[in-house]
């Protein structure tokens, strides 16, 4: 255990290779915390005995509260491989001590932005599934982020031990759960990505990329630690013994040979060899300590090799499992030698990595010093995100160095994500007052900072919005932004009681979107202040933090409701025309839906309006089934240039054209944000710009005649075109016992879900996975355990949004009625307008 000091981290620091920068990812409740817990003992940030319940991480008062994580945290550990264990590190020449940056960030659904802007800054992903219930859809989410961020992953297995006293698994049982764990995370990895972009990122116990144990009682091992504790007593090559420890093998006791069947030749029952030689002596510690038989424990545990003190001698049950499965499989030991050997250094996953994190060109300089990992060349350092000073005012800029060396008093141009080379916008050029270390509930300060490290910065918060680039080179391009997989599908209105207290809530709101990478805060039409998030539970700490640290009075909360889009679902049923106000200029124009599939490529940004035209045209052609020709006659997209509805010139010949694109486009822009039926975004529509009329005189022509008039024609072929919403979806995961699923399928029938999947994971229980509208999981929980007597457990992810069935215009379907309660809440009347409102003959 090491006590930090500021020469010790500068001294680790420098050492690029011995450094490994790793998130903790996981569904909530299957032990993340614990594990972190079990790992900070290493550093003596807390005392070993309080591993498994300390949860070290949880700074927040709602976290521990709650007991969930909420934020993201960063903590510094230390580790030195035996000689034995550096064999398999592949650079020896900084020694055996290493420096792991280990990144917490919550396992709930609506929380998983804090997990993607760690994943930003880290390398590797330390992944934890439950033992019983194995990967989870959360899990699955946050494991298809980082290997899209192309974070390599190693796997632990945890709760071992609700595995073996709760639900009472057999070893061959255990065994089996453990298989399916392995082949379900490499079926992700192999579904999501190739193996070519981070080498191998499969995962396989004989590999030693997976850890099984139990945080709560302190354990855990990985099959290498197993083959060199034999290796050692038979004589035997590592190795050649590791590779029996897993799949098929089977052992005779009575011949002592080994066999790939389960039994020999006279049909007698062979043992596997993972049962036998590893959760066999397990499974009898756990046997003798939780049935009272203490003398026998503790003359297994001397045969073993376990030394304990006369103090540890004299506990009993529990607490003497717990000592004698620490000191036999320390968890520590296993999860930091797996960190260490088997996920990559700065400056190994930064080659892999360069190319993906920036912008700009791949042979520049600020690239090629990101590639290289190089102290030496232009600094480049990465916001993820804000973290919040202890007074609430001001905020940490916490990322990573990417290139070059960061230090106080330095000079930086500092890129918001809206920044272009050559343009000052969204630029700012400042000094940094401080450099921190992060230490969990503390920071460290440092005179210096070299490429690889994840470090926070302070003086610069003022300047950045959530996130940026920080960059030394004049010619340095923004390192990408992050893409968050959830979307902020409800929002509250929130006000205060004293109107004197206006200008604390604008503060406290401003200081809120700030320290949330994916809160959205604006001011709707009717004057209201509203706050956008990913759920219940994620407004909820939003607005506990904004009421208790940020605006720090009385707030007035409104109702949650739901965000949704507006789209069509047919072609325009005429050719639409809108007239400027002084009737000299006409535009033609049809609307028409754009395929889910073409969707959802637009807002992944593999099809956006950057790059060669016509190689765009071609992918649209052969992929999405859109004539070339017209593909190329693309003017924009929108909302904000990129969102998910396009332009199209269908016109020919039409003089002065070309002068108003500009103009027709900005008209999109301010439509696309604010569509006819309820004053929602738009999303998924093509317009076709069919015919247009123009005045010979440029000034008859201007940006007051176009833009109000493409704003008016868009809507009106929208109108004509059966138009309607899309509403938000969660994909729910609910854990329950088998005899259960009638009821549960019940319960989603009445709320609109759909029920998807059952998957039976042991005798008595099964996963449930099901679509439900977001609109219909307010209570969801409290419902489905009612329905339930408590005994099914939801956990909710956004998943994709559905287009509703139904004619808007109706005053009896239900999607009108949505949409007048919109309009009533944006102050914009009621009645829903027909194509005829915005058409003209």
Known sequence: ??????????????????????????????GKSTVIDCLATEVSTILPAKAGGGRYMDTHADEQERGITIKSTVIPMYFKLSDDQMEDISTKEHGNGFLINLVNSPGHAELSSEVTAALRITDGALVIVDAITGMSVQTETMFHQALSELVKPVVMINRIDHAMLKAEFSQEKLYQSFARVVENVNF??????????????????????????SALHGWAFTLRQFAVRYSKQFGINRTKIIEKLWGENYFNATTKEWSTKSADTSGNRQDRAFNMLVLDPIYKIYELAMNSRKDEALAFAAKLDIALTSEERDTTSKALLKVIMHKFLPAAEALMEMICIHLPSPKKAQLYRCDYLYEGPTDDESATGIRNCDPNGPLMFYVSKLLPASDMRRFYA????????????????????????????????????????????????????????????VGIDQFLLKSGTLTTSDTAHNMKTIKFSVSP?????????????????????KRLSRSDPCIHVSVSESGEYTIAGAGELYLEACLSDLENDYARVPIIINCPVVNYYETVQATSSLTCMSKSANKHNRIYMQAAPISDELTKAIEEEEINPHGDAKERA???ANDFEWDSNEARKIWCFAPDDKGPNILVNSTAGIQYLDEIKDMCCGGLQAAAHSGPCAGEKIRGCRFNIMDVVLHADSIHRGNAQIMPTMRAVIYASMLSAKPTLQEPVYLVDVQCPSSLNTSICSVFSHRRGQVIEVNTHSSSMCNVKAYLPVAESFGFTAYLRSATAGQAFPQMVFDHWS???????????????????????KGVGENVPTYGKYHEL
């Not at 343009?423 to 210096?448: A, E, S, Y």
């Not at 287009?803 to 809440?825: E, F, H, L, S």
């Open 188 to 213: 992700s990895i192999s579904a999501y990505q190739g193996e070519e972009a981070t080498g191998n990122p499969i995962v396989s116990p004989e590999l030693g990329t997976v850890a099984f144990g």
């Open 489 to 509: 599908v409800m929002q509250v209105a929130v006000g205060v009681q004293d109107p004197k207290n206006l200008p604390n809530l604008l503060e406290g709101l």
């Open 398 to 457: 916490f990322g990573r160095v990417f290139s070059g060396t960061v230090s106080p008093g330095m000079r930086v141009r500092i890129q918001g994500p809206d920044y272009v080379p050559g343009n000052r916008k969204d630029l700012h050029i400042k000094p940094i007052q401080r450099t921190v270390f992060m230490v969990g509930r503390g920071v460290t300060d440092l005179d210096h900072c070299s490429a690889g490290n994840i470090v926070s910065l």
């Open 1 to 30: 255990m090491v006590n930090f000091n500021t020469g010790q981290i500068h001294d680790l620091m420098s050492k690029v290779d011995n450094i490994r920068n790793i998130s903790v990812i996981a569904h909530v409740d299957h």
């Open 618 to 620: 071609r992918r649209m």
């Open 803 to 825: 287009t509703m069935n139904g004619d808007v215009t109706d005053p009896a379907d239900k999607i009108n009625a949505i949409c007048r309660a919109i309009r009533k809440r």
